[in-house]
């Protein structure tokens, strides 16, 4: 993923070619780039498994399977930039046709590998317990976020509306795809867009351990943060959190709004994730009631 996010970068400066509204290198460079974080934060997950333990086997399988599925799915995304025509949704031709179904074939074997990690890590004993549940429900969003792609293969109405349309499937939900874009990430301003909740969701597997990282580099000065109870409050409470997010923007997206065009019922959802967030970090804060020693019972 590394090397290719090189060749796209390069792509992006040398190769004018424009594919529905973006430069056409555009893809598989996020792609390359996204998959760079996704890999290496399961690869590190993987690793946390007992390694006297059959599960580290099992995982260890399940972790190959990742690797070679989005080896064959790059490997297309690219064969297809090069070609010039789309990878997703593209029905145009029998050669493209059957790139996109062997690229829907990769994906779900891909998943099916991701829930197989993730059910080990909820079984397995990790660390401690802010850092087992930070991996486990990262690791469960994650799998949420990944299939939300399954959502955009749906044909929309102007599709379903032709005999055999080429292009079967779409990102935006409400307007076609290709229309005004965010600059970087390319989602579209106008409409919904399932790609938000995707990337929101997926790099679920990055943030949450990332936040309980961050938790762990305050300890020592933040007496709160040093009682392994107040960070395992708190990791539950950013995944909820994040959970309740990824949630809103999968409903946004489906009810076509662009994502900085929110209606008022979506300002509400999202004014009730932040406060019951905020309460709930406040309470988490809280640091227990220690129960008197056997010495302070006698001296009273």
Known sequence: MVALALVSAVGLAVDDRILVGVPIWTKPFK????????????????SLLPTTHRAHRV????????AVSLTIEMVLITLQVVRGTQSHFNHATPFDNAVFQIMGA?????WLSAL?????????????????WAVRLSSLIA?????????????????????????????SVGVPDGGPSMPLTGWST????????????????????????????????????????????????????????FALLTWQALRGQALFSPDAVTLAAAGAIVLLGGAATALSLRTPARAP???EEVAA
């Open 116 to 132: 197989v990690i993730a059910v080990l890590l909820l079984r397995a004993r990790i660390l401690d317990r802010a850092t087992a």
């Open 143 to 171: 799998l949420a976020g990944a299939g939300v792609g399954f959502l955009m293969v749906r044909p929309t109405p102007e599709q379903l509306a032709v005999d055999e349309p080429p292009i079967t499937g779409s990102h």
């Open 59 to 66: 995982g260890w399988w399940a972790g190959t399977v990742v």
């Open 31 to 46: 792609f390359s780039v996204s998959l760079v974080a996704y890999t290496l934060s399961l690869a590190w997950m993987i």
């Open 190 to 245: 106008t409409g919904g867009d399932l790609r938000i909740p995707h990337f929101f969701g997926m790099h679920a597997l990055q943030l949450l351990p990332l936040l309980l990282l961050v938790l762990a580099a305050l300890a020592p000065r933040f007496v709160r943060l040093a009682d392994e109870r107040v960070r395992l409050r708190l990791t539950l409470t950013a995944a909820g959190t994040y959970a309740a997010t």
């Open 106 to 110: 990769s994906i779900a074997i891909l």
């Open 293 to 295: 020693s056997l010495t």
